[in-house]
């Protein structure tokens, strides 16, 4: 198929474009950037005309619930979720059901992907068998199957002789290790920010100590082991700082923030709104402001939706009770759209941070609308604007913080791999 | 925070009894007075007033409870109300769904009220986000969130013996933490007008944050009981008194218990509160809890006449808009 996209405000931050220019796909890829190619004749012509053209979105965290929770999402669901909301590849935390740690898992999500998904799947595999913390994954087989790091998720590797060992064979087989930092011990059995809030609701809270405790400790061993470390949802602005100080001494670490912690805080929760129920918690006003400001300096790299769609019963209970998470994949863009209009970042910052970087981090050849580049691409409208109704959200979990929310920024056609694989009217 | 109005019916009459969190001053003051008059009817031959009559109230409790249960069924009965007791095992109701099956089970029996006690906090806040609009729901004690009318009878109770909150000095002793009655008591004080309420405790059984309930935290015992007027004791649940939380009973006892000796450095003539029941030697010595200055009978009393003054409150507020 050929595409032509004309008339289109195309950024790309890794060429540095931020200016009107046409672009020319055929097949799986990108052949021109500027003027069409002698005798091009597109089999559609998208007229862009006030729109942005980006490269589609990467998305370091969402779970797509297959195999193992398809009652809360499927690989067809979600990743035309992820579609819609102008993701053209996801990167899937190991912590399914089977647990990402064999190859048989990385071909079964790739089979499923190929013949039901609409957008580039990409898995983690578990750092420890089962995520159990014990033994060694076998990671240059699932390298080979095609994981592109590794990560225990939220499990704990109580042994940090484990955890240590772990990190160097990563560093072996040349692959990123993608932690959470999270005690368990000190966050024992939490479901708040411990804080003003949780204090006032009488919920056992979850300390920023959870979180900077489990930093330092990696930190240490990153100094030690010399793996590559990926330092996933960041809450608080005091491991900010932390990592800040690592990266001025010259460690080779990288970090990302879910969408949501950038507009939401403790003090959303109100009585016991079991949709802010999230992990790690929603945190302090100084600890988002703080994750604003990073995200702006780039401190953060990278910002990515921690995608967990659930039934409708993981969020009816008690707020303890109710199982953390938000059905996120179609609200990145707007709400990283809301850092521009805030003055906070630049609208080719903001692609950076949502595809061009997120790409290096995995070390895929995504990000960049570069001649040849697969041709993988979101057209949104910056100026469209519109109320959020969970009940129209394409993924199969309507859980969201941000019912009624007014959002500015619209996706209005994605292209994965030189197809048209989501458009606004299509779906509406 | 844009839902605390979910307590109020639409002509803004109280429709649940959740929390005393963001209530205004007038209706504790309502209840109150309301629970004074009520406070009569139990020393009657014929204890029993027809307000409640032909509603049907359910005690709905996921939590073991004697007291709290016994007295709400009381007040009911005294209202002439009819009274379902349903004791839940905590294990059978894990997931939301039950719960709210069992609730709509419940409607169905055309029930007026639901008491509820349950473990967790925000419970009673969900099950009232989800009952059919002609149903109230009483909060008899959310995990460690609220425990309101319990909050309401120590203050019954404080105004008998010291009328004017306005000239009050409070201390709240023990486990803050987990304490969903002290969680109450604190907002009542505060709502109530007394100008010092002080916590007690070691660190670990107070949050960091506690100073944002708009209290004066002390974790020397001694000097947070100088000059108090109201002591409020609260109960040690014994999973907490050894491990991380506290190293024994006896150490918990000598630092925080109420003692006569320690009882002497509060105004001469302040009283002393407990929720019950009480643990004997770890949180207050017997001659403290069986001495002319506590007043842990008269709550017990009193926890009747408010609850009724509640409930009455709460299921006659239709009769009083029409």
Redesign the interface.
């Known amino acids: 198929m050929r595409i032509a996209i004309i008339n289109g405000h195309v950024i790309d931050p890794r060429n540095d474009l931020n200016d009107k220019r046409d672009i020319y796909i055929q097949d799986d890829k990108i052949i021109t950037v500027g003027k069409a190619p002698d005798g091009f004749e597109a089999d559609v012509t998208i007229d862009a005309n006030k729109l942005i053209v980006c490269p589609g979105f990467v998305d370091l965290c969402a779970r797509l619930r297959e195999p193992g929770l398809e009652h809360k999402g499927t690989i067809e669901t979600e990743t035309l979720a992820a579609a819609a909301g102008g993701i053209t590849s996801i990167c899937v935390p190991p912590d399914t059901n089977p647990v990402i740690d064999t190859p048989a898992v990385v071909e079964l999500i790739h089979k499923r992907n190929q013949d039901a998904g609409f957008i580039h799947v990409y898995t983690l595999a578990a750092l420890t068998r089962g995520l159990a913390g014990e033994h060694l994954t076998e990671m240059a087989h699932l390298k080979a199957a095609g994981c592109v790091g590794v990560s225990n998720v939220t499990h704990d590797v109580a042994n940090p002789q484990v955890l240590r060992r772990a990190m160097e064979y990563a560093a072996s087989v040349d692959m990123t290790v993608f932690l959470h930092p999270e005690d368990t011990g000190l966050a024992n059995n939490g479901c708040a920010h411990e804080g003003a809030v949780s204090t006032r609701l009488g919920l056992a809270g979850i300390p920023e100590a959870a979180e900077t405790q489990a930093v330092a400790n990696y930190l240490m061993l990153v100094e030690q082991t010399g793996s590559r470390v990926h330092f996933c949802r960041l809450s608080t602005a005091r491991a900010i700082q932390m990592i800040g100080r690592a990266k001025y001494d010259g460690q080779d670490i990288t970090a990302d923030v879910a969408a949501h912690q950038l507009h939401l805080t403790e003090m959303d929760i109100g009585y016991f709104d079991s949709q802010c129920h999230v992990r790690p918690p929603l945190r302090t006003q100084r600890d988002q402001a703080a994750l604003r400001q990073a995200v702006a300096n780039a401190q953060i790299e990278a910002i990515c939706s921690d995608h967990q769609p659930h039934d409708v019963d993981a969020k009816l209970a008690p707020f303890a009770e109710t199982e953390p998470g938000i059905s996120a994949l179609e609200t990145v863009l707007p709400l990283s759209l809301r850092l521009v209009n805030d003055g906070l970042i630049s609208l080719p910052e903001m692609v950076d941070r949502l595809s061009t970087t997120p790409a290096e981090i995995l070390g895929i050849n995504a990000g960049h609308l570069s001649v040849n580049a697969q041709a993988d691409i979101c057209i949104f409208d910056p100026n469209g604007h519109w109320v959020l109704d969970p009940d129209n959200l394409l993924s199969h979990g309507h859980n969201t913080p941000f019912r009624n929310w007014e959002l500015q920024g619209r996706v209005i056609k994605t292209i994965c791999n030189g197809e048209i694989v989501y458009s606004l009217n299509r779906h509406e | 925070?844009?839902?605390?109005d979910?307590q109020f019916d639409q002509a803004g009459n109280l429709r649940h009894f959740l929390t005393i969190?963001n209530l205004p001053r007038q209706t504790l003051i309502d209840i109150l007075d309301a629970a004074e008059n009520f406070s009569t009817v139990g020393t009657q031959t014929a204890k029993k007033v027809p307000l409640l009559r032909g509603k049907t109230i359910v005690n709905l409790f996921f939590e073991p409870s004697t007291r709290t249960r016994t007295t709400f069924e009381l007040a009911a009965k005294r209202l002439s109300a009819d009274v379902l007791n349903i004791n839940i095992s905590t294990s059978s109701t894990?997931?939301?769904?039950s719960?709210?099956d069992m609730l709509r089970n419940l409607e169905a029996m055309h029930c007026d009220m639901f008491v509820v006690r349950?473990h967790?906090?925000?419970?009673a806040?969900?099950i009232a986000d989800?009952v059919a609009p002609h149903i109230s729901v009483i909060n008899a004690g959310?995990?460690?969130?609220?425990h309101p009318t319990q909050g309401m009878l120590d203050m019954f109770t404080i105004r008998r013996h010291k009328p004017d909150f306005t000239k009050l000095r409070v201390a709240v002793i023990g486990d803050i933490m987990?304490s969903?009655v002290a969680?109450s008591e604190i907002h009542a004080l505060n709502i109530l007008g007394v100008p010092e309420v002080r916590v007690i405790g070691p660190h670990t059984l107070i949050?960091?944050?506690?100073g944002?309930?708009g209290v004066h935290v002390y974790h020397n015992m001694r000097e947070g009981i100088k000059d108090v007027d109201v002591i409020m004791m609260l109960r040690l649940q014994r999973e907490r008194m050894s491990g991380a939380m506290l190293p024994s009973e006896a150490e918990y006892f000598s630092e925080y218990g109420i003692t006569e000796e320690k009882l002497s450095l509060a105004k001469p003539d302040a009283i002393v509160l407990h929720p019950g029941p009480i643990n004997r030697g770890v949180e207050i010595e017997s001659s403290v809890a069986d001495g002319p200055q506590s007043v842990i009978l008269e709550q017990v009393t009193n926890g009747i006449a408010v609850r009724m003054a509640i409930m009455s409150m709460v299921l006659g507020r239709k009769q009083e808009t029409t």
């Open positions: 925070m844009k839902r605390h979910i969190e894990s997931k939301g769904e719960l709210l349950h967790q906090s925000g419970a806040h969900f989800h959310d995990g460690s969130h609220a987990h969903r969680r949050p960091r944050d506690a944002t309930l």
